[in-house]
């Protein structure tokens, strides 16, 4: 069990609270957080002698209409409906389930003036699984991420569809098997729903926890790689990182010394004197993920412990304070410069596969014992340059961009959705890269026979094997790289 407001957040542990299907709960302190908020915003309703930005206005541009006592909660009703405009693919369902946790994070703190039950619907929702259908386009990364959660909230007033146990249903039936009804809204509570960054959070927050995968992979996968082209050991000794000591290039010398420590292959004489770069400095890039990764997951660490709606409550000063903690800026820069690091383990992978196939030091052309007769692994070296190619374009940063809104009131956005967005496209595109990398790595080592790798590496060819066999001749490839990416997707080896 989860206590909401009692424990910090960090992306391990919300890792385990997916991976373990913990239950959340509120704690004692985040209820009375979250009631005393609320029963300070009813008491000042009653006697407020001054427009507060949406509680007793409109949104936006409408920053400046003054809306009457009694049309309060019908104006929170409207904001969610007139709001949830979302368009394109739906969001990973994973996702969403992420997008929940970090909203009932947020309003967990009692700066937003959220009813407990409002909070406790939400808690309802992730703890059986009943995951609001949300769409990946929509929001401009500022004024938070309103429309995808405009469509995370239609649920609780009886609106929009959930999926339940594999099928997507309009909410008020699912509502109806659970004998809930539709929460009536009270004032400022559409505000606290829509405002805040938990669709950019949920991207980010599910991306670094699979980049440190892809990162972790990405040396194992890369040392097998080094086995199977006959590399050489050198490029990893810890000298030369000493004198160039940057975290995570010397992190990375260290772990494939240790991946490859026992190898036969590796400590056999070399012919050559000197490898690629794509294999003698997989320290120094490999590394330099690292310490992008480590920079971002700091960043998001923050920002899931952290009240990102407006306007904020404090019950303790007497001031309700219209602010900026929606704008996606803090967090849209790190994953724009996420998605590069990720990109750059691809690229390097794809130069990699590249080398592993044309014959050199011994290998035959494209692994396979007929070249000609067969393609052999021709082709999956195209297909990673393809998903390669794709990635650069997809690198251009979204958080350069930013296009006014609500007649120029909002006049900066951040565009950390787009960032999100194709931060998950990148990552998925990183893991089927470096699983064709290791589609050919595996193949490869098997021409090195007798010889041995390491007890670390032999063990992962084993478990590789298990679902993906050695080809010996042309085969349908597709299902190979698919089922070369799941198994890296399935085997964390952080």
């Known amino acids: 069990m989860h206590y909401i407001s009692t424990e910090h957040l960090t992306p391990e542990r919300v890792q385990q609270i997916i991976n373990e299907g913990e239950h959340l709960a509120l704690s004692e302190e985040a209820k009375a957080a979250i009631l005393r908020c609320r029963e300070y915003l009813d008491r000042k309703m009653e006697d407020i002698d001054h427009p507060v930005y949406g509680v007793t206005t409109g949104f936006g541009s409408l920053y400046n209409v003054t809306i009457p006592a009694e049309d309060l909660s019908q104006l929170q009703y409207n904001l969610v409906v007139s709001h949830a405009c979302g368009t394109g693919d739906r969001v990973n369902q994973e996702i969403v389930k992420l997008m929940l946790l970090l909203k009932i994070q947020s309003l967990s703190y009692g700066h937003s003036g959220a009813q407990l039950e409002t909070v406790e619907r939400l808690i309802d929702m992730f703890n059986n699984d009943i995951l609001p259908v949300v769409y990946q386009q929509g929001s401009l990364g500022a004024s938070g991420d309103l429309a995808p959660l405009a469509h995370l909230s239609l649920p609780l007033i009886g609106l929009g569809e959930v999926e339940y146990k594999g099928k997507v249903r309009p909410s008020a039936e699912v509502w109806k098997e659970f004998g809930w009804k539709p929460i009536h809204l009270k004032s400022k509570e559409g505000l606290a729903l829509l405002n805040g960054t938990q669709f950019m959070g949920a991207h980010a927050l599910w991306s670094i926890i699979k980049a440190l995968e892809l990162s972790a992979w990405a040396d194992a996968i890369g040392a097998m790689s080094l086995e199977a082209y006959d590399g050489r050991i050198d490029p990893f000794y810890p000298q030369t990182h000493r004198i160039r000591p940057h975290r995570g290039q010397i992190e990375t010398a260290d772990r494939v010394m240790k991946l490859l420590k026992g190898s036969e292959m590796i400590q056999r004489h070399k012919e050559h004197i ?221």
């Open 274 to 494: 000197q490898d690629p770069y794509s294999f003698r400095c997989i320290p120094q890039v490999h590394g330099a993920v690292k310490d992008t990764a480590r920079y971002v997951n700091t960043v998001i660490e923050t920002e899931i412990n952290s009240a990102t709606d407006n306007p904020n409550i404090f019950p303790e000063e007497d001031m309700v304070i219209s602010a900026g903690n929606f704008h996606g800026e803090p967090i849209a820069l790190p994953m724009d410069m996420l998605a590069v690091a990720i990109s750059e383990l691809a690229n390097i992978s794809e130069r990699r596969t590249y080398l592993l196939i044309h014959g050199y030091r011994g290998l035959p052309m494209y692994l396979v014992a007929k070249p000609g007769l067969n393609s052999g692994f021709m082709i999956p070296q195209y297909t990673a340059a393809s998903i390669v190619s794709q990635n650069k374009g997809l690198c251009w940063p979204a958080s350069c961009d930013s296009i006014p809104s609500s007649g120029g009131q909002e006049d900066h956005v951040s565009m950390g959705a787009n960032s999100a967005t194709k931060l998950v496209r990148i990552i998925d595109n990183t893991r089927r890269v470096l699983g064709i990398e290791l589609l050919n790595a595996a193949q490869a080592i098997e021409f090195r026979r007798p010889a041995r790798s390491s007890e670390t590496i032999e063990y992962l060819l084993k478990e590789f094997r298990k679902v993906v066999p050695f080809v010996e001749e042309d085969t349908y490839m597709h299902p190979l790289i698919e089922k070369a990416a799941a198994f890296i997707d399935r085997n964390p080896i952080v």
